[in-house]
């Protein structure tokens, strides 16, 4: 997702000021970064905006959504044309859309929809080139969000120099003083096919879910009635399903099972409160509505078992857990691990210990995320590489963030190229 963000704007697409500086920008300390960079707004100075300090990423942000609500596309204070493409290519072992292609085919977005689009395509420009009657007010449904990102590369011209369907499995040093950065190996997933390229700069966007957490149990990957990951609830046969979890993921898996009338088990290291005090802080969403109404007492409720882990997974559906009150088995017909996560920074280990910041957010997400310098973005520990999204130091989970990230990102990569003439 932060990927295509920072493609579109490598691929020459320019953000210029419409109308007065957006209100939320008009600090007087502030306004006149914006005001003076008006005709391309990425020519701003952003080591001036984040000695201020205010930081750069906050600006576009607020540039971009100067209020919280969609109010028609006439009233966006960016707008867009197309100036000169750079030298860039995308490599990406999923289609765009990132991990939200692999979400849960009903799970609904916990913000708005327009929240989650980036800011050259606007999501109400989809909707309308779709077709569709859609606020961008609410919240998007999976399919149609990965619709969009989909649409993305032909809408914006990006499609040419993206490689779907390829990782990169290696990133090393370039060698030489005067030569490229950086030297990448992608490999072709559907073949094994290699190549090799070199670059200048890297923005390293792999997203916050490229490593799945492990239980460390005995049975997690050999017993044939567990998935490692949740889709819908017609893929899971037998009545009796237990989730493992406790973050939002394992919420809607939890909640959808229920509704479409299996006997839950939901097993959560995490106590009550803890668990709860999400959900009470989550009323705006209407899963969350639901969950807390399921919990509440329904006559058929969910199973929630606090505070317990799983000991092991045994033959013929016997889980084997640890609570409070001792050991306990459970017999299922299947088993839902949904326990998030971790980004993989592996790739970046040639360059030796990492300078890394425990990443949290009101949303209950934790990323070591890689520190950077305020007003690029730029790794402190290697330069030319941009961690993006989730990646960067004090991001939170939203799209609208992680997006913004990109304009400095991108602004700074322009600025070194432009200084070596
Ligand atoms: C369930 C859920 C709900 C969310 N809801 C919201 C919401 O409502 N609002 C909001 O703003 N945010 C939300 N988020 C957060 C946000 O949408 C995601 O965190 C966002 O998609 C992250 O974008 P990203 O570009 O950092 O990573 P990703 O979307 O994960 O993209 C990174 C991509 O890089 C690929 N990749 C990794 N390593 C390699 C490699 N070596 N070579 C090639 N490709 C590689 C990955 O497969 C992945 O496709 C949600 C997240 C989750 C999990």
């Given amino acids: ?21 957006p209100e939320p920008l008009g600090h007087p300390s502030l306004a006149p970064f914006v005001e003076a960079a008006r005709d391309d707004l990425m020519s701003m100075d952003m080591r001036g905006v984040s000695e201020i300090p205010v930081s750069p990423y906050d600006t576009f942000r607020l540039l971009h959504h100067p209020q919280r609500d969609y109010k028609g596309l006439e009233n966006y204070p960016m707008r867009w044309e197309r100036r000169q493409e750079m030298d860039w290519a995308l490599f990406t072992d999923v289609p765009p859309g990132g991990l939200w292609n692999g979400v849960p085919r009903n799970q609904l977005t916990l913000s708005p929809a327009h929240w989650m ?6 999501l109400a420009q989809f909707y309308a080139d779709q077709g569709k009657d ?14 969009y ?8 011209g990006l499609a040419s120099r993206m490689n779907e369907g390829w990782t990169v499995s290696s990133i090393t040093p370039g060698g030489s003083e005067d030569g490229p950065l950086f030297h990448l190996i992608a490999t072709r997933v559907s073949d094994g096919v290699t190549k090799e390229l070199s670059a200048n700069f890297v923005i390293y966007a792999v997203g ?23 889709d819908h609830w017609d893929d899971y046969p037998g009545q009796r399903v237990m989730v493992v979890g406790g973050g939002r993921s394992a919420d809607w898996a939890a909640t959808e099972l229920h509704d479409a009338g299996r006997d839950v088990t939901y097993v959560m290291r995490q106590p009550d409160e803890r668990h709860l005090r999400l959900i009470g802080n989550s009323q705006h969403l209407p899963y969350y509505i639901r969950l807390q109404s399921i919990l509440d007492g329904e006559s058929r409720s969910i199973d929630a078992r606090y505070e317990t ?18 050991e306990d088995v459970v017999e299922v017909d299947h088993v839902i691990i949904e326990i998030g996560a971790q980004p993989d920074y592996e790739l970046l280990k040639p360059w030796g210990e990492l300078s890394l910041f425990e990443g949290r ?11 950077v310098h305020d007003h ?11 961690p993006a999204g989730y990646l960067a130091e004090n991001l939170g989970i939203s799209v609208l963030g992680m997006h913004a990230t990109c304009f400095p990102i991108v602004a700074d990569i322009e600025r070194k190229i432009a200084s070596r003439g």
Avoid: C
Avoid at 220 to 225: G, K, L, V
Avoid at 376 to 386: A, H, K, R, V
């Fill in 208 to 230: 916050p879910r490229t490593i799945k957490r492990r239980l460390d149990v005995p049975g997690e990957f050999d017993q044939p009635y567990i998935s490692r990951h949740y």
């Fill in 361 to 371: 957010d009101d949303y209950r997400l934790q990323v070591p995320q890689l520190k």
């Fill in 134 to 147: 859609q606020d961008p007010n609410d919240l998007i449904i999976k399919q149609d969000l990965v619709a």
């Fill in 309 to 326: 882990t799983v000991k092991s997974f045994e033959d013929g559906g016997r889980v084997v857990l640890q609570g409070d009150s001792g």
């Fill in 149 to 156: 990102y989909h649409a993305v590369p032909e809408k914006l």
């Fill in 376 to 386: 690029s973005f730029e790794s402190i520990d290697i330069p030319g590489l941009y």
């Fill in 117 to 122: 689009e980036l800011s050259a395509y606007p």
């Fill in 1 to 21: 997702m932060a990927g295509l963000g920072a493609a579109s704007l490598l691929a020459g697409w320019r953000p210029r000021l419409e109308g007065a500086v």
